[in-house]
């Protein structure tokens, strides 16, 4: 992508010469001509709510983290799993951003928030887009770092980067608020998510608290410290969290081309992905029966991933001699469920708070449960198997637990790459081997994006600013605030 150019003094002059053209005509009333009578002037709360819900879906089936993470090794063109980096857009902040913002002006401005009310009460609609656009934006710092977030969305052309610890802190605020805000009013429409379910979407917010909580561990880390006291207060608010596998949050899709599961869609032309080695050889030597949901056997009746990280040569002469698997079926069917939160994933997150004696919660209780919710969520759970499971020493909860809980919410997440990256991040684990083969200065497998290549040219001092708190510059293996 070639760099866009504006300097504030380009942006200056073109202001004076529109005032110039502007002063200097005479003023004309083109009445309705240019109004098009199909096209409403006014938002659509419920329209730009089904836009952001479809939006933030997309994150689970972002393919360069689930690269990162070793979920999918490329068949074909290998540059991202070889960490070839480079400048990425954030495009967020005119799309899904921009759609949660306006349900928020929408229905607080004084001149619109009574016609609002015909998509749900005020306060509703105002909760869940704070939810979501809380959730966005953790996405989006988790992306890149600093950002900005407090100047963002309001119209300035030059906003400054907020520091990740501030929004963080301002994210678990929103979340808390906007948990305590619904009212007893309509629930909004256009919701594709929990279909207006208010109990839902509290549970939502108070797991989204507790993950966002403990993603600041390492900052945070005492018993009584900031990010340990906001967790307790998710985990003991009385609205709930998910906490069983019918709390589960999920994308429902529909057997048609606009709403399909986003796994089918990637797969509907081309097998750019597949299952890697990497995950496949770990469920094989651990008996893991998810192997048989993750993945397809090849032609010869085997499971066998597709190696992670080789070139495009090394591609070619291993595909000549061997037949890989693909990703399960019901994965990437057309109508198959993508999963925005699980009760696997809270149960293994309370899991770890409990081990860092955040609560009072019995640690080893919950890894298991962690685990068999995850079984039973993709249909594969046996009791005497699942003993079995337990009782083997590289799966029991024993010995280095922290890695324990690592591989076991890498294998629940999955194929949720972007989720897993933050984790692994965050705590080292798994252990995953880099390719010998990078492309990248370092070698390591990548710890945040690069700023847009444009950001330096056009809000260059505050790009500069923020670019000046990392580690190692504006570069993949500079480690985000919280991945202290």
């Known amino acids: 992508m070639k760099p866009i150019i504006k300097t504030k003094s380009i942006l200056a002059s073109l202001l004076v010469s529109v005032l110039f053209l502007a002063s200097s005509c005479e003023e004309y009333d083109f009445g309705d001509t240019n109004v098009n009578p199909a096209q409403t002037g006014t938002p659509l709360p419920n329209a730009l709510l089904t836009s952001a819900l479809w939006s933030v879906s997309g994150y689970e089936t972002q393919t360069a983290p689930s690269l990162y993470v070793q979920y999918l090794s490329e068949t074909q063109y290998p540059e991202t799993s070889l960490y070839a980096v480079g400048p990425v857009s954030w495009g967020e902040y005119t799309g899904v951003l921009q759609n949660l913002n306006t349900i928020i002006n929408y229905n607080t401005d004084a001149d619109t928030k009574t016609k609002a009310a015909d998509y749900g009460s005020n306060a509703n609609q105002i909760a869940v887009a704070r939810i979501l656009k809380a959730h966005v934006f953790s996405k989006v710092t988790d992306k890149w770092g600093d950002v900005p977030y407090s100047e963002a969305l309001n119209g300035n052309t030059f906003p400054?980067?907020?520091?990740?610890?501030?929004?963080?802190?301002?994210?678990?605020?929103?979340?808390?608020?906007?948990?305590?805000?619904?009212?007893?009013?309509?629930?909004?429409?256009?919701?594709?998510?929990?279909?207006?379910?208010?109990?839902?979407?509290?549970?939502?917010?108070?797991?989204?608290?507790?993950?966002?909580?403990?993603?600041?561990?390492?900052?945070?880390?005492?018993?009584?410290?900031?990010?340990?006291?906001?967790?307790?207060?998710?985990?003991?608010?009385?609205?709930?969290?998910?906490?069983?596998?019918?709390?589960?949050?999920?994308?429902?899709?529909?057997?048609?081309?606009?709403?399909?599961?986003?796994?089918?869609?990637l797969f509907l032309t081309r097998a750019d992905y597949t299952i890697s080695d990497v995950?496949?050889?770990?469920?094989?030597?651990?008996?893991?029966?998810?192997?048989?949901?993750?993945?397809?056997?090849?032609?010869?009746?085997?499971?066998?991933?597709?190696?992670?990280?080789?070139?495009?040569?090394?591609?070619?002469?291993?595909?000549?001699?061997?037949?890989?698997?693909?990703?399960?079926?019901?994965?990437?069917?057309?109508?198959?469920?993508?999963?925005?939160?699980?009760?696997?994933?809270?149960?293994?997150?309370r899991a770890e708070a409990a081990e860092l004696g955040w609560t009072t919660e019995v640690a080893a209780t919950l890894y298991a449960k962690g685990i068999e919710d995850s079984w039973r969520q993709r249909g594969v759970y046996d009791a005497v198997d699942f003993a079995a499971y337990l009782a083997d020493p590289q799966n029991a909860y024993a010995g280095n637990v922290y890695e324990k809980i690592g591989d076991q919410k890498w294998i629940s997440l999955f194929p949720d790459g972007f989720e897993m990256w933050a984790d692994w991040r965050r705590t080292g684990y798994p252990v995953l081997t880099p390719t010998p083969n990078f492309l990248n200065d370092n070698g390591n497998i990548p710890l945040r994006y690069n700023y847009p290549s444009n950001e330096s040219d056009l809000n260059s001092e505050n790009y500069e600013a923020a670019v000046a708190r990392l580690a190692n510059g504006d570069n993949d293996d500079s480690p985000v605030w919280w991945d202290n």
Do not use: C
């Open 160 to 265: 400054s980067y907020d520091t990740q610890e501030s929004i963080y802190k301002d994210i678990l605020k929103e979340l808390t608020e906007a948990e305590n805000g619904f009212d007893n009013g309509a629930m909004p429409s256009g919701d594709i998510l929990l279909n207006g379910d208010k109990a839902k979407w509290k549970k939502l917010a108070n797991s989204l608290r507790m993950i966002y909580s403990l993603r600041l561990s390492k900052r945070y880390p005492g018993a009584g410290d900031y990010a340990a006291t906001q967790f307790n207060a998710a985990l003991n608010d009385s609205d709930g969290y998910i906490a069983s596998n019918a709390d589960n949050i999920l994308y429902p899709h529909l057997d048609n081309n606009n709403f399909a599961n986003r796994w089918y869609s």
């Open 279 to 349: 995950m496949i050889d770990e469920l094989v030597a651990k008996n893991d029966p998810r192997l048989e949901v993750y993945a397809n056997k090849n032609t010869n009746g085997a499971y066998v991933g597709l190696p992670y990280g080789y070139t495009r040569d090394q591609l070619i002469a291993w595909t000549a001699n061997n037949q890989y698997s693909l990703m399960g079926d019901a994965i990437t069917g057309q109508t198959s469920d993508s999963y925005f939160i699980t009760s696997s994933y809270i149960a293994l997150t």
